[in-house]
Nanobody, 125 residues
Framework: DVQLQASGGGLVQPGGSLRLSCSASGLPETGYSIGWFRQAPGKEQESVSCMSIPDGTTYYGDFVKSRFTVASDNTKSAVDLQMTDLKPEDTAVYYC??????????????????WGQGTLVTVSS
């Protein structure tokens, strides 16, 4: 069974940083796409960043503007999202998701068939 465990959310001041981690198990060694999505209150879910494993191709939402970096940590079987220069508009529940239906990077949530629980990120002074 595929399991995804997201962690690392919390309260941070504007301009601060947070690292989210998505621990994954049960995904095929042949390849998959793993992504971070977020949903703010009253807004639609949007794609934050995605990565294809094992080739490492990445995707970032336009609003990221080089503030976030996604990276795989093979020692932990995790994909981390390092977020810097956080803004109040980054406040949302962040979800990690994976799809084993594609080995190329996918940025649309409709292609993801496994979802972890969300982790809340609050950016506020």
């Amino acid at each position: 069974d595929v399991q995804l465990q997201a962690s690392g959310g919390g309260l941070v001041q504007p301009g601060g940083s947070l690292r989210l981690s998505c621990s994954a198990s049960g995904l095929p060694e042949t390849g998959y796409s793993i992504g971070w999505f977020r949903q703010a209150p009253g807004k639609e879910q949007e794609s934050v960043s995605c990565m294809s494993i094992p080739d490492g191709t990445t995707y970032y939402g336009d609003f990221v503007k080089s503030r976030f970096t996604v990276a795989s940590d093979n020692t932990k079987s995790a994909v981390d999202l390092q977020m810097t220069d956080l803004k109040p508009e980054d406040t949302a529940v962040y979800y990690c998701a994976a799809t084993d239906r594609y080995t190329s990077v996918q940025y649309r949530d409709i292609f993801y068939n496994y979802w972890g629980q969300g982790t809340l990120v609050t950016v506020s002074s």
